[in-house]
């Protein structure tokens, strides 16, 4: 069995390696796993891991250690690639490949299912894919492994922050989330607002976030300013998250991408810009803060529940392969938000691959600024628990 990891890591992405590697030596069908050294590239030369070769107290830290133990890459595969990647398989002996990532690594995942389906030497070869993103984007799941501590993550942050804000409110504090054309990560942050305290039943929402911008909504950035305004004269500090991928009416991103090869996007500051456009067009002082890759690596901020279901995840890919299936991805069906429970389904690779899934407008407030309470319905159990609670400040009510 050999398990390939794509696109960009996340906090609970070795958690899945351990589920599958634990399924694997359980299953007593797989001689050996193997890992990709740094992505599907490995494969043209066979630069592998032994996976097997893991002691348990090794394979025991997997799911609570960052990023990808055996490395990713966004390398670009090529459409003459697929038959030879399909014939270098066949040649090492692979029987089970398992592909771990998001929207890029779905569609690689497809395409190599259906090489391997047109040559009779690979008749055997089974291919399934693990959900992986902090986007929230795939398609055939109600949401995907990597979302749950990312959206974590950030709602502790922007908690913390508002009350920072809240504490001396004297300037505009504008928080840059990722989450390229997708809102879910962005949208995670009300969650900042919404649970109570210990103390009291007081909201968090008076603290912020006040605002709320996803990339699914055109953005004008007159009204911006206008509700920047209105917001500042009345509570004085203001907190507002951002998307990395807003754009104006016309599709075009606010501020022009810094790098992008392919799918490969480098975004430009856009808390740094609308803090520019607050100084200049305002006269009020404003702060950006841009967390980055630090949201998406955090263990301090894992969420047990995606922890959880990263391993369920990989043990089910493996389960999957082992039973026959192929050219399909794990997903997860959400059965109840209260009680929480899913269950996995297996998805049709076909039904994911580059099909991009956007938050939808009924997940947002009338006013497209902020979120709605059904969404804080969805999110909330995939952060694993409540955020830590926090004394109001004094005078909030």
Not at 334 to 356: D, K, Q
Request: aromatic fraction near 6%; glycine fraction near 10%.
């Amino acid at each position: 069995m050999l398990i390939v990891h794509g696109g960009a890591p996340t906090a609970v992405m070795n958690a899945s390696l351990y589920g599958a590697i634990r399924a694997a030596r359980e299953s007593g069908e797989v001689d050996r796993v193997l890992g990709a050294h740094h992505g599907v590239r490995a494969i043209f030369s066979g630069d592998y891991i032994d996976l097997s070769a893991l002691g348990d107290e090794e394979l025991e830290l997997l799911p609570r250690t960052p990023a990808s133990f055996i490395g990713t890459s966004r390398f670009p595969i090529e459409e003459d690639d697929y038959p030879r990647l399909v014939d270098a398989l066949a040649d090492q002996g692979i029987c089970y490949l398992l592909m771990n990532g998001g929207n890029g690594t779905m569609d690689t995942c497809g395409k190599l299912a259906r090489a391997a389906a047109r040559t009779p030497r690979a008749a055997g070869l089974r291919i399934v894919g693990i959900p992986k993103t902090i986007d929230n984007d795939l398609e055939g799941t109600d949401h995907a492994p990597g979302f749950g501590s990312a959206a974590r993550y950030l709602a502790a942050s922007v908690a913390e922050l508002a009350r920072d804000v809240a504490a001396l409110p004297i300037h505009v504090c504008i928080i840059e989330s990722m989450g390229r054309n997708a809102g879910w990560l962005t949208a995670a942050s009300a969650l900042a607002g919404e649970l109570p305290t210990s103390i009291n039943t007081t909201p968090r929402s008076s603290l912020g976030p006040h605002l709320i911008y996803v990339p699914e909504v055109p953005f004008d950035e007159e009204r911006f300013l206008e509700e920047v305004k209105t917001l500042y004269d009345r509570v004085g500090g203001v907190v507002v998250v951002a998307s990395e991928g807003l754009k104006n009416a016309e599709g075009t991103p606010i501020v022009p991408p810094v790098f992008q090869v392919g799918r490969s996007v480098y975004y430009g500051d856009v808390s740094a810009y609308l803090c520019s456009l607050v100084i200049r067009r305002l006269g009020i002082k404003a702060r950006s803060e841009k967390p980055g890759i630090l949201g998406r690596c955090s263990i301090a901020h894992q969420s047990s529940v995606d922890r959880d279901e990263a391993i369920l995840a990989g043990a089910e890919a493996v389960r999957a392969a082992i039973s026959g299936h192929s050219a399909v991805m794990v997903g997860f069906k959400r059965l109840s938000s209260a009680p929480y429970r899913v269950e996995t389904t297996l998805v049709p690779i076909a039904e994911t691959m580059l099909n991009e899934r956007t938050l939808p407008m009924e997940y947002l407030n009338s006013a497209r600024n902020g979120i709605d309470a059904s969404y804080l319905k969805w999110c909330q159990p995939l952060i694993g628990g409540p955020l830590p609670a926090f004394i109001s400040p004094m005078g909030e009510q």
